[in-house]
């Protein structure tokens, strides 16, 4: 089907862009990559008289080191996340998970502001950034706010950002020199059907683990009991509590059957990949 017709517009500042969505209001909406949004203008599931492209707008394509912080803009694609010396050096975890993203052609044009605003549940990054502790800088009519990742994603399609806000930064606190991070994900279709973020470090002399789960729920899903299992476990030791901590909590995920699979395969594979997250940070290596 043919794009309908609509009016673009290109601002070179952020309030210029903030002035034409306060202008055109709900008939218009932010634009990026247009990986999504033109997918769904071309569906007719969404229909906009006004574009505002945020491509021109100087500084959105910074990409750097903020004290401890990793800071994105919102142009910064998942293509510029997996080849940048510095997230290859500083998060080689996070490079890797962009280089899986779609193929190469989304990742030459989606950015991760995009990936995060349309909040498509299953995606690749959300996990992975609410392990790290992530949080997102949303610019309004009103001023900044910063919102942390893990309260972002409110359900399918849906995040704490007002329509009028632009997520104008995206800070990922650099991990301990010593943690350890894995990502995997798995699926059939273009997006995962699960994908799990894991860390693994020694904090004052005990095992330390972290685990997201995503793309299963409305939302990124903190595996606190697993977390809570694995306490103090060395890496040598996980076989004998991992399998069992992995299964209960992927047997209390809420999944539903979709064209992903059954409920009972999405938990089966989340809990195959909770195990192998954690084994691959942990050095391990994943079975
Ligand atoms: C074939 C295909 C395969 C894919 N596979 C994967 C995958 O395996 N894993 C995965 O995680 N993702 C996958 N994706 C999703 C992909 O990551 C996103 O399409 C892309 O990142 C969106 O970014 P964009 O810049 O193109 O956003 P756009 O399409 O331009 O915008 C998307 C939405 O976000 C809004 N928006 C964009 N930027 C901002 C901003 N800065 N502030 C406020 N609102 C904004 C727009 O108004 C729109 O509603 C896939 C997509 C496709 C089409």
């Known amino acids: 089907m043919r794009l309908a017709p609509f009016q673009l517009h290109r601002p070179t500042e952020l309030q210029a862009a903030l002035t034409l969505r306060a202008q055109f209001g709900d ?6 990559g247009g990986t999504e949004l033109l997918l769904a203008l071309k569906a007719r599931v969404l229909r906009y008289e006004h574009l505002i492209d945020l491509k021109r707008i100087a500084g959105f394509d910074r990409l750097a080191l903020e004290g401890n912080e990793l800071v994105i803009g919102p142009l910064v ?10 997230v290859r050096e500083r998060l080689p975890a996070y490079a890797a998970l962009s280089n ?10 989606g950015t991760l502001a995009g990936n995060l605003c349309f909040s498509e ?8 950034l609410c392990l790290l502790g992530a949080s997102l800088t949303l610019h309004g009519p009103d001023g900044e706010r910063r919102v942390p990742m893990a309260e972002f994603i409110l359900g399918p399609f849906t995040t ?21 991070l894995s990502y995997r994900s798995f699926g059939h279709l273009e997006y995962p059907a699960v ?16 685990v997201w789960i995503g793309c299963i729920g409305d939302h990124p899903i903190h595996a606190e009991s697993v977390e809570a299992a694995l306490a103090g476990v060395p890496p040598g030791a996980l076989a004998d509590v991992l399998p069992q901590a992995a299964e209960a909590m992927a ?13 009972d395969y999405k938990q089966h594979l989340a809990a195959v990949f909770i195990k192998r997250a954690v084994l691959d940070s942990a050095g391990v290596g994943a079975r």
């Open 27 to 32: 008939d218009s909406a932010y634009y990026a």
């Open 160 to 180: 704490a950002r007002a329509d009028d806000e632009i997520l104008t930064a995206i800070r990922v606190p650099l991990p301990a020199a010593d943690e350890q």
């Open 100 to 109: 899986n993203v779609g193929n190469i052609r989304v990742r030459a044009s």
């Open 195 to 210: 994908g799990v973020a894991a860390s693994y470090q020694m904090q004052a002399g005990a095992s330390r683990y972290r």
């Open 121 to 128: 549940p299953h995606a690749d990054p959300p996990a992975l």
């Open 77 to 86: 694609t998942h293509l510029r996340l997996a080849t940048d010396p510095l």
């Open 251 to 263: 047997s209390e995920l809420p999944a539903t059957d979709d064209i992903y699979g059954s409920a």
